[in-house]
């Protein structure tokens, strides 16, 4: 049997030490995943509305008031994507008011500690009202009330104290179609996952020539607030 000179074992050896360094790193990355994802986020029908490539373990921020077909209210994404670790695709999950008399909604939404989120308060389905005083209560630990504006930037609620905005709001007529009652803006002040924004009615009059103001049936969408963790970002943050 022919000897392997020392000159060739060494070589040899160099090749296994690089073979099995190659093999380890591979491992170890494969184990561990990559350091970067792409967040993906799509409306309803499928079409993309922004893509964000992120560091592991990062949280990107979602589209704001994401395309949710007519006759619906978005509610909250359908993917955990907090905390990246690979690949995501995420879609909207929604509540749909098609049909239902006289249905006061707030859209869910999403934010990190410190941002301002705008909640567009709105009174959708079969609408026949032409005045009505509600009640949007929320933790005010949490959520921090900056004002509530109409489309025209007016203020339009009656009171407001801690935790609680009353809305008032009047028609010269039936309002007989979907109408954007207000936006109300908060800013986020505190450090949990989730905190709900909650709708209640006072009194409402369903027809113009009734002076008598009384509850009929109604439908309320609630919303959710929540609170993404600040940690990670986006690539070139």
């Avoid at 070589?11 to 350091?35: D, E, N, P, T």
């Avoid at 079409?47 to 589209?63: D, F, M, Q, S, Y």
């Avoid at 994507?81 to 859209?107: Q, R």
């Avoid at 909650?198 to 919303?223: G, K, R």
């Amino acid at each position: 049997m022919k000897k392997i000179n020392k000159k060739s074992a060494i070589i040899i050896a160099i090749v296994v030490l690089i073979v099995c360094s190659i093999i380890a790193f591979l491992s170890i990355r494969s184990f561990l995943g990559k350091s970067e994802y792409e967040v993906s986020f799509y409306s309803d029908t499928g079409t993309l509305l922004a893509v964000e490539k992120i560091n592991r373990n990062g949280t990107p921020t979602p589209p704001n008031n994401p395309q949710i077909q007519y006759g619906k209210i978005f509610q909250k994404w359908d993917t955990d994507f907090t905390n990246v670790k690979k690949d995501l695709d995420v879609y909207p999950e929604s509540i749909n008011f098609a049909g239902k008399a006289n249905v006061f909604a707030l859209p869910g939404t999403y934010g990190k500690h410190g941002d301002t989120v705008i909640l567009p308060l709105s009174l959708c389905g079969d609408v026949c009202l032409s005045g009505f005083d509600i009640s949007v209560s929320y933790d005010s630990n949490v959520l921090e009330l900056e004002s509530v504006f109409n489309e025209d930037g007016a203020v339009i609620y009656n009171t407001e104290s801690k935790g609680v905005v009353r809305i008032n709001y009047t028609s010269v007529e039936n309002t007989l179609a979907d109408v954007d009652i207000c936006s109300l803006k908060f800013q986020i002040i505190g450090e949990v996952e989730k905190t709900d924004v909650a709708i209640s009615i006072e009194s409402v009059c369903a027809n113009n020539d009734d002076e008598t103001f009384f509850v009929p049936e109604t439908n309320l969408i609630n919303a959710s607030v929540y609170v993404l963790p600040n940690k990670g970002g986006v690539l070139g943050d």
